[in-house]
């Protein structure tokens, strides 16, 4: 028997008459929490707003919500890294971490991640490059 494959709608009625929660954004108007593809050339800003959010510095402008991240460098040494660091910052903070080696989607990574966020309840940003 084929299953039903049906458009899950909502009426305009409906949905205006819900309380819903706003947006928690971790940089305000621009990044909210929950899952986004960032995508970007090498030295276009992934590092630096890794350690700006951790810092808890604005970005372009913007506040943001301070905590703890952290960026998974899949292609990177910790030598490269560490280069990267100097370029972009004088104080790289305690609470921007990084991981030159992970498992992968479906093979370890979730629970990785899940373990991470135990450990750091304040994440607020996960960067992954590349899967």
């Known amino acids: 028997m084929k299953k039903e494959n049906r458009l899950l709608t909502i009426d305009g009625e409906t949905l205006m ?5 706003p947006l928690n954004f971790v ?6 929490q929950g899952l986004h593809i960032l995508a970007g050339s090498p030295k276009v ?3 630096w707003l890794a350690v700006t959010v951790a810092k808890g510095e604005a970005v372009w402008g913007m506040g943001v919500k301070q905590g703890t991240t952290l960026y998974l460098r899949l292609e990177d040494s910790t030598l490269r890294i560490q280069n990267r660091l100097f370029e972009i910052t004088e104080d790289a903070p305690a609470n921007v971490h990084f991981s030159t080696n992970s498992d992968t989607l479906g093979k370890g990574l979730e629970e990785q991640l899940c373990a991470f966020l135990a450990e750091h309840p ?3 940003l996960v960067i992954i490059d590349t899967l």
Do not use: E, H, Y
């Open 17 to 21: 008459s819900q309380p819903l929660t």
């Open 27 to 32: 940089v305000d108007t621009l990044l909210s």
């Open 45 to 47: 800003g992934k590092s």
């Open 122 to 124: 304040d994440t607020v």
